[in-house]
């Protein structure tokens, strides 16, 4: 018998709050190519939290602590590749961490609030003229108002 279900992955918006709030983004170095959230597919036997950590290491060198689960995105056109689901984190930081670009990361970059809502305000946001990958757009988009207000996406059909 042949199982088509979708594939679990992992993302997390890892954020520094010191000197001031910034939101790390990775530029991915395989397709599809831009800016993302560092994240990635779940081992089997892994725990989801455990993945996200993973995926952070891996990805960015950073060690965050996971301080909420966003959401979980699910529609089947979100990732180009195949049918996936995230499971979203919010990731913390200090700031005696440094990033650093690893494994499927081809760049690294720390984006303040107020230009990450400033380039995601358009309908094809972009940053530095790259797009964002998958839904990361969306993602980060939830993650603001979750920041602002507390309020997470809802499910509409």
């Known amino acids: 018998m042949d199982w088509r279900n979708p594939t679990p992955t992992v ?7 010191a000197p001031s709030a910034h939101v790390l983004l990775i530029e991915r170095l395989n397709a599809p190519h831009g800016w993302a959230l560092p994240g ?8 989801v939290e455990s993945a996200a950590i993973r995926e952070v290491m891996e990805e ?7 301080s909420a689960l966003l959401y979980v995105y699910s529609d089947p056109s979100r990732d180009p590749r195949k049918h996936t689901m995230s499971v979203v984190f919010v990731g913390e930081v200090d700031g005696s961490q440094e990033a650093r670009a690893a494994d499927d990361a081809q760049s690294v970059r720390w984006v ?37 207000d507390g309020t997470r996406p809802l499910f509409i059909p």
């Open 11 to 17: 993302d997390v918006v890892v954020v520094r709050r």
């Open 40 to 47: 990635g597919f779940v081992d089997e036997g892994e725990r």
């Open 60 to 66: 960015t060198c950073l060690s965050p602590t996971l």
């Open 112 to 148: 303040e609030l107020q230009q990450l809502a400033s380039c995601l305000a358009s309908p094809s946001p972009q940053l530095d003229g790259k797009p964002f990958a998958f839904d990361h757009a969306q993602i980060l988009r939830d993650w603001l108002r979750f920041e602002r």
